[in-house]
Every structure is written in structure tokens, then in C-alpha cells.
């Protein structure tokens, strides 16, 4: 007993490495509607948050220990990447969608562009699997995480119990998720009447509020359905959106709507990175709405924006940036693996 004893202290020692940073947790911001996640209190604390932590960062979940989830979600661009059009993979390959910024997950009612995983909980396995990204399965994972020294620690502190197990890891995973939640941009502070907008991001509110809050709606700035926002297909792609999930031609060219929060580090933009600028996708909503059988009621009339509208609706969009959320050191890499 003395021995086992010795055993736990070592490992909840090696555990308190990894936790020697700020709290993070879930809060939800005021005002805000109940989230669609039930967080369960016993599974949701500081040890399995650390440890999905931790998992979210390390390469090891994937085939080759190249790619991590950080790989195609970085803190510093609002948990997305920025420096390509389609998420990459192991082996340099090149995957079929623009990687999604990760935040306020909470309040999703589904994950991914085209909606086909609908539980957070077992969201991660498939980028795991996917041959274009992570390439690898979870029988395999755990074989992996068992061998490595800093994890019967990390399981321990998060569930009192060193065994290691896919539903275990793939549930930490969805705990460190549930913790990004961005709720403190300058539109936030003058929600809660701690700030004022500029003239031109009040006319450009406005704007917001005639053109784009039917899809876009506050406080999340998304609804979480799926629209045909208009885009031509991409030939090379043929990527037709939910109905690949459905099978419904009703379905066809439909993508989940994106959140606008932290629009500006996202970049590029659209559900295959198609633009660059965010001025692109306002040009596009204003003049290169493409019609078709699908398309989403709201553009069936189009949007009528000036140069000088579109200028003053940017200028809207950027208050919805919160650097809080985005250089959070909480949220950020972990102490380096021990292996």
C-alpha cells in the first residue's frame, strides 16, 4: 500500500506541471441563451480540462505524430488556420474544407460544414480518422498514450483513475473545447454599456442588424443552420455541402452558417477558403450571389450595399474581435512532453 501510495504522489506531481497556469473554465456570458451542451459537473473539472488540453496539442493522434488538433485550429487565429485555403494533414496532404474556428461550442447543435456529427463528445474522431488529416484510429491512439509517461498522471487528476480509454480521452477533449468561449469584444462592451461604437460602426450595425442578423444572430452571430449563401460550385471540389450527409437534394450547396465573432483572424473565409479579405465576402453578398434551386430565402432579393455601406458594415465586423479571448495564455500550448 505504502508503494502505491509513493506511485500516486509521484504521478499527481508530474500532474501539477501541467496545471501551474490560470483557471479556465465555463462560464456562460451574461445574457446569453442556454446552451444546447449539458455539462455534466463530475466529469467537467480542472484535471480532465488539463488534460484535454494537453491532448488537443500533442501530435500524437496522429499516424505519424506530425499533426495535432492546434495543427488546423491555432489560438492566435481564433482556433482556425490562416496561412492556406484547406486544412493539411499528415504525409503534406491537402484536406477538402477550410478548417472552422473553434469557440462558444457550447451552443452548437452540430459540428463540422455540413452538420454530420452532432455530438461534441465524439467530434474529434473525425479528424482522427480522416485519412487527409490525422489519419490514424483510436485503438491505436490509446496504445500510444499508454506508453507515454505524463498521461497515467493526466488521467488520474482528471478522473481519479490512471486507466486509459477512448471514451475518457475523447470526452477531456470536449471538456478543454467547452472552455473557449469569446465573449469580450468591444460589441460586448457596449452590449453591457461599458463602450460606445464609432458613428460608422453604429450605421454599419445597423446594417448588420436589415442584412445579415437573420443568419448571423446575436449573440452568437451564428443560427447554426445550414444555407446556400450563393457560391458557385467549385468544379475541382464538388463539395455540395449537407447533402452529403442527408443524401437530399434539398440539401444541395447548403453549409452550416459560421459564427462572425473574431472574423478578422479568420481568414480565409468560406467553408473552402475561397476568399481572402473580408471585404471579398461583402462584395460577394453584395453583387456575386449566384441563384440556384437552393438557394437560402434570405439572398433571394439580394443586398444592396454602397462602397461607402460596405466600408461602415467592416468596420461593424471588426468590434466583434476579442483579443482577450485570442491571446488567453490559458488556452495556449502546454509544458513540453516527457516522454
Not at 105 to 122: E, K, P, Q, R
Not at 210 to 234: I, K, T, V, W
Request: charge should be positive; include cysteine; charged fraction near 20%.
Amino acid at each position: 500500500m505504502k508503494r502505491i501510495a509513493i506511485v500516486i504522489v509521484f504521478m499527481l506531481a508530474i500532474c501539477c506541471g501541467f496545471m501551474q497556469e490560470k483557471t479556465i473554465g465555463f462560464v456562460i456570458p451574461k445574457g446569453w441563451p442556454k446552451p444546447i451542451y449539458q455539462i455534466d459537473k463530475k466529469s467537467f473539472n480542472k484535471g480532465a480540462i488539463t488534460l484535454g488540453k494537453q491532448l488537443f496539442y500533442d501530435p500524437v493522434l496522429s499516424a505519424d505524430s506530425s499533426i495535432s488538433c492546434a495543427s488546423c485550429h491555432s489560438p492566435y487565429n481564433a482556433f482556425t488556420h490562416v496561412d492556406h485555403a484547406l486544412s493539411h494533414g499528415i504525409h503534406d496532404s491537402i484536406g477538402n474544407r477550410n478548417s472552422p474556428a473553434l469557440m462558444n461550442l457550447a451552443w452548437h447543435n452540430s459540428y463540422m460544414w455540413d452538420g454530420a456529427i452532432t455530438n461534441l463528445d465524439v467530434q474529434a474522431l473525425a479528424p482522427i480518422s480522416h485519412p487527409k488529416e490525422m489519419g490514424e484510429n483510436m485503438p491505436h491512439v490509446i496504445q500510444k498514450l499508454k506508453r507515454n509517461k505524463i498521461y497515467p498522471a493526466l488521467f488520474y487528476a482528471a478522473y481519479l483513475d490512471s486507466s486509459i480509454n477512448q471514451q475518457k480521452s475523447l470526452q477531456a477533449l470536449s471538456q478543454f473545447l467547452l472552455c473557449l468561449i469569446s465573449a469580450n469584444s468591444k460589441y460586448d462592451s457596449v452590449m453591457n454599456q461599458r463602450a460606445k461604437f464609432t458613428s460608422q460602426e453604429e450605421h454599419g450595425y445597423a446594417l448588420f442588424r436589415q442584412n445579415c442578423a437573420s443568419c448571423h444572430a446575436e449573440p452568437l452571430f451564428s443560427n447554426y443552420q445550414f444555407e446556400n449563401n450563393g457560391l458557385q460550385l467549385d468544379t475541382n471540389l464538388k463539395d455540395y455541402g449537407r447533402m452529403l450527409v442527408t443524401k437530399n437534394p434539398k440539401d444541395s450547396l447548403l453549409f452550416k452558417v459560421p459564427t462572425l465573432r473574431n472574423i478578422a483572424y479568420t481568414s480565409p473565409y468560406m467553408h473552402d477558403g475561397r476568399f481572402k479579405k473580408l471585404s471579398q465576402v461583402i462584395n460577394h453578398y453584395s453583387s456575386g450571389i449566384q441563384k440556384s434551386h437552393t438557394l437560402s430565402k434570405h439572398f433571394i432579393k439580394g443586398i444592396q450595399l454602397s462602397k461607402n455601406d460596405q466600408v461602415d458594415l467592416l468596420a461593424f465586423l471588426l468590434t466583434l474581435s476579442d483579443r482577450t479571448f485570442l491571446f488567453n495564455e490559458s488556452f495556449h500550448y502546454p509544458p513540453k512532453n516527457r516522454h
